[in-house]
């Protein structure tokens, strides 16, 4: 095509490449951070209930999850969002608080979508280099952008800011502190206090992870009731359908299913993480359900992920400073970690 249709931000612009989702059958799959478990049974259900309502438009605003975030949180309804997973939370963030030509900031490495929901806004990125502990960059210190994301526990690094260090960020920020914590059931902390006690943040949550509903795509934000009421203006009029509102609401209900699985996922990590040391690998604490890793001298990561999938088993390896020496590997079941294991030793050469 000789003529471009499209904005220029656009046109110039690379997307956002998710992890590979192999069709083959038998692939161990480590590379998306997908809970190995099911979810709650209470989630067919309720699905299953609701498949004779296809004909009718979903509930608009999904109060009925909704209602479960509020009385989880204990806050007001009106300060709960729900998206088509979070990252269509992140997406209405930079709609409703980035003018074209103004910068969004956050740590680097991190997820990349938030430079690329920038870049689509025709926004700049602001990235502030982690240093080399992972604790909060000083250069983010107030910031004047009017939007700073900050993905906590991060994700490639699995690591965990402490809450106080994100109250102090937000209390120097002029603009807007999106706290996404995706991968925090998995973690030892977390930010949601300051969703209630700061006007200036929003807490944004995934069902993805810790509640086995990747492939349903539900996500939440928790907020000031005058944020909230702003991305509420800007989000799709029926942005949940009427199954994943049922199976949302279903999981968040049942609590201790979802912290079963969450255990289960943790022990799996420390004696991954262990076993990974006696080969090695040099791994960063992890707060989240993967774990970066480096492997031992003589081996590089991309050669690492290379013997890996000749293996038929998948995991992430990201070519970004910092963190191309390391490979991204989703915490499985403990079948599937010895798997790993073992071919890591055989591709080591180590019995």
Known sequence: MSKSYFREAIERMEGYVPGLQPKAAGVVKLN???NPYPPSPAVLE????ELGQLGRYPDPMAEAVREQVAKLFEVGSGNVIIGNGSDELLNLAVRAFVEPGQSVSFPHPTYTLYNVLANIQGAKSRPVPFPDDWSLPEGLFGNDSP???????????A???QPSEVSRLAETLSGVLVVDEAYVDFADADCMALARERENVIVMRTLSKSYSLAGLRLGFAVAPEALIAGLMKIKDSYNI???AAAGGAAALADQAHMKSNIE???ATRERLVVE???LSFSTLPSQANFVLSRPPEGVTARAY???????RILVRWLDEPRVREYARITVGTDEEMDKLLAATREILGVR
Do not use: G, H
């Open 159 to 161: 690591t965990l800011v």
């Open 46 to 49: 309720a699905i299953q209930a």
């Open 305 to 311: 992920y290379d013997k890996l999938w000749e293996r």
């Open 241 to 243: 359908d009427r199954l």
């Open 264 to 266: 289960k996922v943790k």
């Open 276 to 278: 990974l040391d006696k």
């Open 32 to 34: 998306t951070n997908e």
């Open 147 to 157: 939007l700073t994301f900050l993905s906590n526990p991060n994700s490639p690094t």
